[in-house]
């Protein structure tokens, strides 16, 4: 993978579902960075008090009220985004859900299907849709969507790797999703924007009941990586700490 671009000079990132786990330590990485970082989140009060102690850090932030299931939502972080930077370096989505359990195929609440499909998916093209005339006009634009391993095919086929319980739900929303990045990287080819799918790994956080084994700043290394990559980086692949991972 490419050097890191390091001219962060008033470079400007959202990250959605930053207000907590995952989310919040790519903001606070990017912070550190010397970029200024748009917060998005849906809930008012964890929205600012995130943003209160990235600042408190030194970091350079600003919350965005965001709900990427909502086009009115969406549309509005747009125009605040526009109104106070007028560009956007990079878009990190990152908000995401499990759609809860259980997700067995045979006995699923197919409800629980749709909202992983729509926050995990539907949000991601919303929120990147509506934000790419920003990306645009910056020199060297990034998107960066945080996947997970388990929406790998070639995982989930391979006898003995570890793929996480059955979750018919969840795991096939990220492989969606990794599909979408594919097409969206095809077809910003011949753009200066670089998109890429991340897996944080089996990270502690709310939304696995803090089970997973390594940090949230550990889960915010790859995205963070890939938000900031040259401009000789990779487009339209998947990766994870340790380097690529199988569709």
């Known amino acids: 993978m490419s050097e890191t671009n390091t001219n962060t000079h008033h470079k400007v990132a959202l990250v959605t579902g930053a207000n907590k786990g995952i989310g919040y330590e790519i903001a606070a990485g990017l912070g550190a960075l010397g970029w200024s ?5 849906r809930n008012d009060e964890r929205r600012e008090a995130a943003v209160a102690k990235l600042r408190a850090a030194g970091a350079d932030a600003f919350g965005v009220p965001l709900d990427v299931t909502d086009d009115a939502s969406v549309t509005a972080a ?13 878009l990190v989505n990152n908000a995401g859900i499990t759609g809860g359990g259980p997700q067995e195929p045979s ?8 909202a992983a499909v729509e926050t995990n998916v539907i949000g991601v093209i919303r929120t990147t849709n509506a934000l790419l005339p920003l990306l645009r006009r910056s020199p060297s634009p990034r998107i960066v969507n945080v996947s997970s391993s388990v929406g790998s095919l070639t ?40 998109i890429n799918a991340v897996c944080p790994g089996f990270t502690a956080t709310d939304l696995n009941g803090f089970r997973g084994v390594r940090t949230p700043e550990q889960g915010a290394t790859a995205a963070i990586r890939l938000a900031t990559v ?14 690529e ?3």
Do not use: C, H
């Open 37 to 41: 970082v748009g917060v998005g989140a």
């Open 78 to 90: 747009a125009r605040a985004l526009e109104e106070r930077t007028g560009r956007l370096d990079a």
């Open 107 to 114: 006995t699923v609440d197919v409800d629980r299907v749709r």
């Open 155 to 194: 995982l989930q086929t391979t006898p003995g790797a570890e793929t996480g319980p059955i979750a018919v739900a969840y795991a096939p929303s990220k492989t969606f999703l990794n599909a979408v990045t594919v097409q969206y990287a095809k077809e910003l080819a011949d753009t200066p924007i670089l």
């Open 230 to 243: 040259g401009d000789d980086g990779p487009t339209g692949r998947f990766f994870d700490d340790e380097g």
């Open 245 to 247: 991972v199988p569709w």
